[in-house]
């Protein structure tokens, strides 16, 4: 097999891999997993940031809510109690 090159003697027939080759579009920088392995560390940080933020919202809204459910049951054991009551009443006068 013969090759034939359109380089002169003492010029190289293409340009060294780290030299930019003419007219062509310049090298993208060599990909760096560290930095790639950083940002997505970052950005997962900043992800369980806002969810334990909104784990601490929801904790307070679950304490408050419980907090007025407990009330309300309160009133409705109250509120059943005078309705008992006042119907005992009413079944005692009409028993008279």
Do not use: F, Y
């Amino acid at each position: 097999m013969h090759v034939v090159t359109t380089a002169r003697p003492g010029q190289a027939a293409a340009p060294a891999a780290s030299q930019p080759v003419p007219g062509g579009q310049p090298e993208q920088p060599a990909h760096q997993p560290g930095r790639d392995i950083a940002a997505a560390l970052q950005s997962l940080a900043r992800q369980v940031s806002k969810l334990q933020a909104g784990n601490d919202r929801l904790r307070e809204d679950n304490d408050r809510l419980s907090a007025e459910v407990a009330r309300i049951r309160a009133l409705m054991r109250q509120t059943g109690g005078a309705i008992a009551q006042q119907a005992s009443q009413l079944l005692a006068g009409a028993g008279d």
